[in-house]
């Protein structure tokens, strides 16, 4: 779908629909958002994919105007069908960063897939180290989070038994006795 000339544009930030990019893909924040998928999704796509977790502070959907997204962004105030914003909302759809649920509202993913082979073999050899170099330290940080989640659930496991044998009733205590005759 190209977007037309709208007065406002919502943004809501979903799940990636692949839950290996869910589980494995990379923030918007994170650097290789800029540093790989910049120079295939070109320098405004990207300012636009930087920019929306921004705006998402401060509320969830973000609505704006294209003007005011448009000027935001380094791009003046045009908001036609041949704008340069409209241009960088289309490649975020063209390579399935976003798509569109209305006429007036963009998803956006908030999980980027690493860069397919194809998108790779394209980049500057400078770019392609950098993949490789942050693709690796992100494969780590996944690796150690998953440690990390597995030390916490043996963790919790064994408070849960420790519980589990606290939470039989203790014998209570002999009832006082009574003196007779008092």
Same mark, same amino acid.
């Given at each position: 779908?190209?977007?037309? %000339?709208?007065?406002?544009?919502?943004?809501?930030?979903?799940?990636?629909?692949?839950?290996?990019?869910?589980?494995? +893909?990379? @923030?918007?924040?994170?650097?290789?958002?800029? #540093?790989?998928?910049?120079?295939?999704?070109?320098?405004? $796509?990207?300012?636009?994919?930087?920019?929306?977790?921004?705006?998402?502070?401060?509320?969830?959907?973000?609505?704006?105007? =294209?003007?005011?997204?448009?000027?935001?962004? +380094?791009?003046?105030?045009?908001?036609?069908? %041949?704008?340069?914003?409209?241009?960088?909302? @289309?490649?975020?759809?063209?390579?399935?960063?976003? !798509?569109?649920?209305?006429? =007036?509202?963009?998803?956006?993913? +908030?999980? $980027?897939?690493?860069?397919? !082979?194809? #998108?790779?073999?394209?980049?500057?050899?400078?770019?392609?180290?950098? #993949?490789?170099?942050?693709? @690796?330290?992100?494969?780590?940080?996944?690796?150690?989070?998953?440690?990390? $989640?597995?030390?916490?659930?043996?963790?919790?496991?064994?408070?849960?038994?420790?519980? +589990? #044998?606290? *939470?039989?009733?203790?014998? *209570?205590?002999?009832?006082?006795?009574? *003196?007779?005759?008092?």
């Amino acid at each position: 779908m190209v977007v037309e %000339n709208r007065d406002v544009l919502t943004l809501i930030p979903v799940e990636h629909p692949d839950p290996r990019v869910q589980r494995f +893909g990379f @923030d918007l924040t994170d650097p290789y958002v800029e #540093h790989c998928w910049g120079p295939v999704v070109g320098p405004t $796509a990207t300012l636009l994919l930087r920019r929306l977790p921004v705006l998402w502070i401060e509320r969830v959907p973000a609505t704006i105007t =294209h003007e005011e997204l448009s000027k935001s962004l +380094g791009l003046g105030a045009g908001a036609g069908k %041949n704008s340069r914003l409209v241009h960088s909302i @289309d490649r975020l759809v063209r390579y399935r960063l976003a !798509r569109w649920d209305t006429d =007036h509202t963009l998803e956006v993913y +908030g999980q $980027a897939p690493g860069l397919e !082979r194809h #998108h790779v073999a394209r980049l500057p050899e400078w770019s392609q180290r950098t #993949h490789e170099r942050l693709l @690796d330290q992100h494969i780590q940080a996944i690796g150690a989070r998953d440690q990390t $989640a597995d030390k916490v659930a043996t963790i919790t496991a064994r408070l849960d038994r420790l519980e +589990g #044998h606290r *939470s039989i009733e203790p014998t *209570s205590p002999a009832a006082p006795v009574r *003196s007779i005759g008092r």
